[in-house]
């Protein structure tokens, strides 16, 4: 149990376009979900997080305009990247959490690869 | 500053023999610390959590000791296999009324046969 998947896995855009990033709970209703950049040979770093039917926080230095993050549902969070450009190229990791089962374990998904030409 | 670190060299070891890798944070008052493996291009997987209050946690191959005195967190696992090969990331959860993850800089382990 307590899957998370993403979609897409891999996605490559022109500069100046936007990309969404859907990121599911497929088991379990998921009562807050992560979004975390990793660039390579880095470790993971929150970028937000964000509760069903609310706003999500931001972590500091994260744009909000650019990363635009909604939270429709207890299964589904959606992250667009908007105006993309190159230096927005990293890999995009979603997590969920549940209010129930072992306390604040965060299950992820399987992350996408953003490549921004 | 706040700081979690990881050995960013890549552990080399051989098959049967146990691997320990370390985590040190420093101005941080964690409630808790978890550790996660992560295989090349996926999201993590969660392996083992330990509250601040808890010496050692162990699972099966694995144990994780907590020192909140030294500010430091030891991963071990124990016989080895060429499968354990992969990227360890530490990750403390600042305090109790958070539910954000701090994740280290990861240490690479590779097991050979």
């Known amino acids: 149990g307590a899957v998370v998947s993403q979609h897409p896995s891999r996605v490559i855009c022109k500069s100046g376009t936007s990309v969404k990033i859907e990121c599911r709970s497929l088991d379990f209703q998921a009562t807050t979900m992560f979004w975390y950049r990793q660039f390579p040979k880095q470790s993971l770093m929150l970028m937000a997080t964000s509760n069903e039917g609310s706003k999500a926080t931001y972590e500091q230095g994260v744009e909000k305009d650019k990363f635009l993050i909604n939270h429709a549902s207890l299964t589904l969070s959606t992250l667009t990247v908007t105006s993309a450009h190159p230096e927005d190229s990293s890999f995009y990791i979603c997590?969920?959490?549940?209010?129930?089962?072992?306390?604040?374990?965060?299950?992820f998904g399987p992350g996408t690869r953003l490549t921004v030409l | 500053s706040q700081k979690i670190e990881q050995n960013s060299e890549a552990l080399n070891i051989q098959e049967g023999k146990t691997a320990t890798l370390t985590c040190n944070y420093t101005?941080?008052?964690?409630?808790?610390l978890q550790w996660y493996r992560q295989d090349p291009g996926r999201g993590p997987v969660f392996l083992l959590l330990i509250r601040e209050n808890e010496k050692e946690k162990r699972k099966e191959r694995l144990k994780v000791t907590f020192d909140t005195t030294l500010k430091q967190s030891l991963f071990h696992i124990t016989a080895s296999q060429p499968a354990d090969s992969a990227t360890y990331l530490c990750a403390l959860v600042p305090s109790y009324n958070t539910d954000k993850l701090i994740f280290g800089t990861g240490t690479r382990l590779q097991v050979f046969p």
């Open positions: 997590s969920a959490k549940t209010s129930l089962g072992l306390w604040n374990e965060q299950f």
């Open positions: 101005n941080y008052s964690p409630a808790y």
